[in-house]
Structures are given as structure tokens and as C-alpha cells.
């Protein structure tokens, strides 16, 4: 069996299972947001359920339209916040205690290796970093799972990326995973396994493991998965885990293909609109194009480690005249390490802003909406037509060290 496999078939009681299987498993974790979970508690109250099946495991994260932007945001966030009350759920994050969910949860110890969850939200696969089978669902599934604890799956096929080789020293687990989808298309790996392998992993950090398996979703895949190795284990250390468990593909296991990648190949690489496959590296750039705005932050790259990549590019400079930067560090303890450690300082003396952790501009939220014509260069993970506001705007997926050199320089160019 493939990793996936193995932790499917340990959360289903079974010996084994394989390929297209159909199984019903028990969940660690369930999670919703404040778009997703309104939903969920209307199917579940619909349902005439009357309690869920753990206060501990299900877990509802206000981040995608808080601080409220508007009335029926205040409603849907009441709403899940009443839910939560009745219900006694422990992991309810508020205004103040919030921050991007799929930061949020391994910074808090909530998910782990060996870990099976689910969440209504198409980036769950976020938690594959720490060696757990973690996907996205939609919200009738979160529904049945807040009062049962399981869900049924389809077991995936899967894929191997074998990772080889030590990445440039202007190359991140961005530049990596938008490599990938490029070279695979956006439906590469339609609800198959991205299982990661080889000793370029050990290369790459926890911050480039977490946007990596984020993004494995742009390639349509149900799930991205990497080994648990030195670096994971110390992570969840850190952030107090200590019941986790490790599973290991077999050496026979079976994918349906291999797919190779050379560190040392990889090039900054930038997604062009509109969509995530649409992928050229900065030297392939002819002409510089006129940038409106830049985003640093999301649940691809809203870490620590992504704010002080772009706070070394800033650092004594000024933010192009006519440009907007919108900072958004992806949790409270983020946002205070910024601080704590000057980068906060070094954004707002440039000329940037700082913002509340939030989803926020990533979705055409709030806090950074695109007008008709306007160009955004941002370390989302999403560039279909109006996904930042105005449909007739357009976004550039980036790594934050990109971004930042766009916001000095106000152009993205293979220049800059």
C-alpha cells in the first residue's frame, strides 16, 4: 500500500485496502470556517441531529470574512459562534484568537502524522506536510461527519514525486509546487495521491512542506502527503505533540506514475492569469508588466518564515509609488513575531500595510479587493477570472520573495 492507503485503511479498521475501494472511516478531525460551517449547521440542524460526536474534534475557525465585513458576515459568523456555545466545542477561533485555518491548526498542535481529517475547505490538504491524509470536503459531508465522526471515501490512486537534488538559493516550496502544476495541469492529478519522496525533501523546510501539499489541490489531487522524517517530528514537538503516528508506503507499492524533479532545476517560477498551470519562470517574462497591488500572506504562505523572506527584500526600501502592499500574517502568534522581531517595523516604514489575519483579498473577501483592469502579484494559491475582486482584473501566484521585489520595484519582470 501507498502511505495514503495505509492511513485509510488503519481509520477504516481494515487490514488493507486498494484503488477506487470504497471505505468509511473514522475522522481525528473535522473543520469548517465561517463560509463553510454556516452551511454544515443547516444540513445538520435540517437533519434534526441533535449532538456531535466529539466537543474536541471538530474544530471552526472564523478567518475567511473576519473582522466581519459586512452584515451577512456577521450573521454566518453568529451563527457557527452560537453552534459552538450549544455544543461546547473547545476549538472555536474567534476575532482576536483566529488566524488562517490551515496555519492555525499544526501551530496549535491540532492535527498530526497518521492523522485522518476533513475539512470544508479545498486546501485541507494542507496537513499532508506532517504525514496525515487530510482533504477538503463539501459542507453536507461536514454535516454528517459533526454528528458521526466518519466519513466515506473512494480510495485514491496515487502518484509519486520523487524530490531529488538542493534547491537555488532564490527558490522555495512556491516556485516547487507551481512547477509541478505546470507540468501537470491543473487536472494532473485528478482525485489521485501526490505522495512526496526522495532525499530532496530533506532539503526542504516545514514552511515549504506546508505550501506544497496546499497547493496540491491546483493539480486536482485529493490529497498531498510527505514522509515523516526529522524535520516534521521536531515541528510537532514544538507544538506539543507527542501521540502522533508514522506510516511508510511499502517499497512495492503501487503508483500509477513517477514523476521526478530536480531541485536544481527549479526556477523562480511565476503563475500567470488564470489559472495555477499557467506557469512561466521569471527570465521567460519578455515584457515587465504593471503591478496595482501585492499580497503577502494566505494559508500557502502567510508563515513566519514568509514574512521574513519579504521583510529581507523590503528592509530600507520604500514600496513603488502607486502600488499597493497589503502585509497579512496568517495567525495572531505570526502577527506578534513580526513585531517582536522588527519586521513589522520594516513594512509599515516602507509603505505597506499590515492587516488582521484573515483569508481577507484571497477570495475576493475584504481587505484588498482587485477593481476592473487591476494587476495583482500575490502568495495565494488561486488565480481563476475575479477571484480577487473585478472580473476583468488579473492575479499572479508568486513566492513571497518575488512579491516583495515586485512591490520595490513596481513591475514583475525577469529583472527584478
Not at 514574512?307 to 523590503?314: L, P, T
Not at 500575490?378 to 518575488?402: W, Y
Request: aromatic share 6%; charged share 20%; with cysteine.
Amino acid at each position: 500500500m501507498t502511505m495514503t492507503q495505509k492511513i485509510l485503511a488503519f481509520h477504516s479498521g481494515l487490514d488493507s485496502v486498494s484503488q477506487g475501494q470504497l471505505i468509511e472511516a473514522d475522522l481525528d478531525i473535522v473543520l469548517g470556517n465561517d463560509i463553510t460551517a454556516p452551511v454544515a449547521i443547516n444540513e445538520f440542524e435540517k437533519a434534526g441531529l441533535s449532538g456531535v460526536f466529539s466537543k474536541e474534534k471538530i474544530v471552526l475557525v472564523m478567518d475567511h470574512f473576519t473582522p466581519n465585513k459586512d452584515i451577512r458576515a456577521a450573521q454566518q459568523c453568529k451563527m457557527v459562534r452560537d453552534f459552538a456555545h450549544k455544543h461546547s466545542i473547545s476549538r472555536f477561533y474567534d476575532v482576536g484568537e483566529m488566524g488562517i485555518e490551515h496555519v492555525l491548526l499544526p501551530e496549535k498542535g491540532i492535527v498530526k502524522a497518521g492523522d485522518c481529517i476533513i475539512g470544508a475547505d479545498s486546501h485541507t490538504c494542507t496537513y499532508g506536510a506532517l504525514g496525515a491524509f487530510s482533504t477538503g470536503v463539501g459542507s453536507t459531508d461536514m454535516a454528517a461527519a459533526m454528528a458521526t465522526g466518519k466519513a466515506w471515501f473512494k480510495v485514491p490512486e496515487a502518484i509519486e514525486v520523487r524530490i531529488e537534488g538542493t534547491p537555488g538559493s532564490h527558490v522555495s516550496g512556491k516556485d516547487i509546487i507551481l512547477h509541478l502544476i505546470g507540468k501537470i495541469g491543473v487536472d494532473g492529478a485528478l482525485y489521485k495521491s501526490l505522495e512526496f519522496k526522495g532525499d530532496g525533501i530533506n532539503n526542504l523546510s516545514m514552511d515549504d512542506r506546508f505550501c506544497m501539499s496546499n497547493m496540491v489541490i491546483e493539480a486536482g489531487a485529493k490529497n498531498g502527503i510527505f514522509p515523516v522524517d526529522n524535520k516534521t517530528i521536531e515541528y510537532m514537538k514544538q507544538a506539543g505533540i507527542n501521540d502522533y503516528k508514522v506510516f511508510e508506503a511499502d517499497q512495492n507499492a503501487d503508483y500509477i506514475e513517477v514523476l521526478e524533479i530536480d531541485l536544481s532545476q527549479v526556477k523562480p517560477t511565476v503563475s500567470f492569469p488564470h489559472l495555477p498551470d499557467n506557469t512561466k519562470t521569471l527570465e521567460e517574462i519578455k515584457v515587465p508588466i504593471k503591478i496595482d497591488q501585492v499580497i503577502i500572506g494566505s494559508c500557502t504562505n502567510g508563515r513566519y518564515e514568509d514574512m521574513a523572506v519579504a521583510a529581507e527584500i523590503i528592509k530600507g526600501r520604500h514600496i513603488a509609488k502607486g502600488l499597493r502592499c497589503i502585509i497579512i500574517p496568517a495567525t495572531q502568534k505570526v502577527y506578534l513575531d513580526c513585531v517582536k522581531n522588527g519586521l513589522a517595523e520594516v513594512f509599515i516604514k516602507a509603505g505597506a500595510v499590515i492587516s488582521t489575519p484573515t483569508c481577507g483579498p484571497c477570495l475576493g473577501g475584504h481587505t484588498g479587493i482587485l477593481a476592473e483592469g487591476e494587476k495583482a502579484v500575490a502568495t495565494t494559491n488561486r488565480n481563476f477570472i475575479g477571484r480577487m475582486g473585478h472580473k476583468n482584473s488579473e492575479v499572479f501566484l508568486s513566492s513571497p520573495l518575488i512579491a516583495a521585489k515586485v512591490a520595490i520595484n513596481g513591475y514583475l519582470s525577469k529583472d527584478i
